[in-house]
Nanobody
Framework: QVQLRESGGGLVQAGGSLRLSCAPS????????VAWFRQAPGKEREFVAA????????AYADSVKGRSTISRDNAKNTVYLQMNSLKPEDTALYYC?????????????????????WGQGTQVTVSS
């Protein structure tokens, strides 16, 4: 049973920054695309950002484009989401997810249905 562990969430004021981390339990997971999703109470889970296994291709939701950066360090088996200029609307539980169908490809998917493995989430709260 492979697992993902998210960390780095917290409480920040509007305009602040956070860096979220996702660490898979096995190195083999670093051969797949990884994405970040978020879900606020009463809302649907939505796509935030994704990165291919090599880090050569990325995708961002319009709501975070220009102020967020997804990256990965496969040697450390870790994927990061740097978020700057945070807004109260960014408040949500942030999940890391793995797309197993993307093995050794440049595939970057944005649909929640494309992802097979999910972490427990890390809470991000942005105050006004």
């Amino acid at each position: 049973q492979v697992q993902l562990r998210e960390s780095g969430g917290g409480l920040v004021q509007a305009g602040g920054s956070l860096r979220l981390s996702c660490a898979p339990s096995e190195r083999t997971l670093n051969t797949y695309a990884v994405a970040w999703f978020r879900q606020a109470p009463g809302k649907e889970r939505e796509f935030v950002a994704a990165i291919s296994w090599s880090g050569g291709r990325t995708a961002y939701a319009d709501s975070v484009k220009g102020r967020s950066t997804i990256s990965r360090d496969n040697a450390k088996n870790t994927v990061y989401l740097q978020m700057n200029s945070l807004k109260p609307e960014d408040t949500a539980l942030y999940y890391c997810a793995v797309d197993k169908q993307s093995l050794y490809t440049a595939v970057v998917r944005t649909s929640v249905l494309a992802y097979d493995l999910w972490g427990q989430g890390t809470q991000v709260t942005v105050s006004s």
